[in-house]
C-alpha cells in the first residue's frame, strides 16, 4: 500500500551520524504549564526510538496551536513537551529557542549520536503557514534528511510539512506516518469484503465528499449523528428542534437517490426537549419526532442493526460520533458502535478509526487497544477518506 519511502528504507549509513529532521504532531493540550494528554507524543516515539538507535542526532519540528502568525505567545511555546520526551526518553533533551538564530544550526551539529533536540512552535516563525521558501530554508538547515511522522498536519502545506521536502533528500515517512497510509489506505484501495463505513457528525456539508469517494468502494456506508436528521428531512420526516442543514436537504435527497441500499439509515433516534433535559429522553422511530424535541443519538434498535452489519464486515472505517457522545446519556450509539468495532476486531476485521470525534470517542469507551488503528489525523484523515490528495505525503519521496 506504501509507495512512499519510510525510515526503513534508508541505508544505515544515510542515517549513523546524520541529522534527521523529523515533522512530528506534539500539537497537545496544556494546562497551567504540563501537557494533559501525552497521546500524540507517546505516538511519536517508535519513529524517535528507531532512529536514536540507528545513530541519528534528532531534530524535532511541531507547532502547537493557533498562534498569530510569526508571534511568540508563552502560551503555546513548545517548552512543556521538552519535560515530557526527557521522561519518555529517559535523557535530556536540547531545546532550541530559535531555529533562524546561528546557533541554532550549531547546536545541532554538536548533538552526540542518538541525541534529540526540539524545536520551538514553528508556527513562531513567519511563513511557517504560508508555505513560505525562505522558511523552509531555515528549517532544512537543521537537517542531513526529512522524515515527516505528523500524519494530522500532512492535510496542510506548509514550510515545515512541504517545502522543506523539497530542500532536505531523502525526504522519507516515519513509522507512525508509514501506518497511517497503510491502514487508511489499505481500507480504500484494497479492503477485504464486505467493507462498511460509518459515518457521524453533525453535519451532512462536512461529510459529504467522503460519502461521494466512498460510494463507489464499499458495500455500505451507515449514517449516524445529527446528518443522519438531514436525510431524514430528505426522506419527509418532520424532525422537530433536531439539527438540520436547510441548504443540504437537496442534496441528501441527490445522495439517497444514487446510494440505493448501500447507505444505511438508522431506523430511530433518542429524543429529548433538550440536551439540558436527560430526563426527557425517549426513543422514537425516524419519522416521528415529536414538535419541540430534539434527536440526540441513535436509537438501540438502530445500534443492534448497525452492530449487526459492522459484526459480519471484513474491513469498517468509522469517523464521526452517532451522537451527542459528550454528554450522556446521548453517548449510547457512539458507545455501541465502539464496542461493535473492537468485537469485529476481534474476529479479524480491520478496522480504522478516523481520528477526531471518533477517536475520543473509542478512547473513551476504554477500546482503543482493541482495534486495528485509531488515526491521530481529524482533520488529515478526513480528507484522505475524501480522496484528497495530502500535500505533506505527496513532497515526500516516492519509492523506485
Not at 519518555?88 to 533562524?100: H, N, Q, R, S, Y
Not at 476485521?349 to 489525523?377: F, M, N, W, Y
Request: proline share 6%.
Amino acid at each position: 500500500m506504501i509507495t512512499k519511502l519510510t525510515i526503513e528504507n534508508l541505508d544505515p549509513a544515510a542515517v549513523l551520524g546524520r541529522r534527521a529532521l523529523v515533522r512530528v504532531d506534539f500539537n497537545v493540550p496544556i494546562k497551567d504549564g504540563k501537557v494533559t494528554d501525552e497521546t500524540r507524543i507517546r505516538a511519536a516515539m517508535p519513529t524517535i526510538e528507531d532512529l536514536k538507535d540507528r545513530g541519528a542526532r534528532i531534530v524535532l519540528l511541531s507547532h502547537l496551536g493557533r498562534p498569530k502568525g510569526g508571534v511568540k505567545e508563552p502560551k503555546y511555546s513548545l517548552k512543556p513537551v521538552q519535560a515530557v520526551l526527557e521522561r519518555l526518553l529517559g535523557m535530556p533533551v536540547t531545546f532550541i529557542e530559535d531555529p533562524a538564530s546561528p546557533a541554532a544550526v550549531e547546536t545541532t551539529r554538536r548533538l552526540p549520536r542518538g541525541a534529540v533536540a526540539l524545536v520551538e512552535n514553528t508556527r513562531f516563525l513567519p511563513g511557517e503557514e504560508t508555505n513560505d521558501a525562505a522558511a523552509a530554508k531555515i528549517f532544512a538547515a537543521l537537517g542531513d534528511f526529512y522524515v515527516n511522522d505528523a500524519f494530522g498536519s500532512a492535510h496542510r502545506a506548509h514550510a515545515s510539512t512541504e517545502a522543506v521536502a523539497h530542500l532536505l533528500k531523502p525526504a522519507v515517512a516515519g513509522l507512525l506516518m508509514e501506518k497511517e497510509l497503510e491502514y487508511l489506505g489499505g481500507a480504500l484501495t484494497a479492503p477485504k469484503r464486505p467493507f462498511v463505513a460509518v459515518l457521524g457528525g453533525a453535519k451532512i456539508s462536512g461529510k459529504i465528499d467522503v460519502i461521494e469517494n466512498l460510494l463507489p468502494k464499499v458495500d455500505r456506508i451507515l449514517i449516524g449523528g445529527a446528518m443522519a436528521c438531514t436525510f431524514f428531512r430528505a426522506k419527509g420526516a418532520a424532525t422537530g428542534t433536531s439539527l438540520v442543514e436547510e441548504d443540504r436537504v437537496e442534496m441528501a435527497r441527490q445522495v439517497l437517490a444514487k446510494a440505493g441500499d448501500k447507505l444505511v439509515l438508522p431506523d430511530g433516534g433518542v429524543v429529548a426537549q433538550g440536551l439540558e433535559k436527560p430526563d426527557t429522553r425517549r426513543e422514537v422511530a425516524w419519522n416521528a419526532v415529536p414538535d419541540g424535541w430534539g434527536m440526540y443519538d441513535i436509537d438501540a434498535a438502530s445500534v443492534g442493526r448497525f452492530a449487526g452489519i459492522i459484526g459480519d464486515a471484513k474491513t469498517v472505517v468509522w469517523n464521526g460520533p452517532m451522537g451527542v457522545f459528550e454528554t450522556p446519556p446521548f453517548d449510547a450509539g457512539t458507545l455501541g458502535v465502539a464496542r461493535a468495532m473492537a468485537d469485529a476486531t476481534a474476529k479479524g476485521a480491520v478496522t480504522v478509526i478516523g481520528g477526531g470525534d471518533s477517536a475520543a470517542a473509542i478512547e473513551q469507551a476504554g477500546l482503543a487497544d482493541k482495534v486495528s488503528h485509531v488515526s491521530t489525523g481529524g482533520g488529515a484523515s478526513l480528507e484522505f477518506l475524501e480522496g484528497k490528495v495530502l500535500p505533506g505525503v505527496a513532497a515526500l519521496d516516492d519509492r523506485p
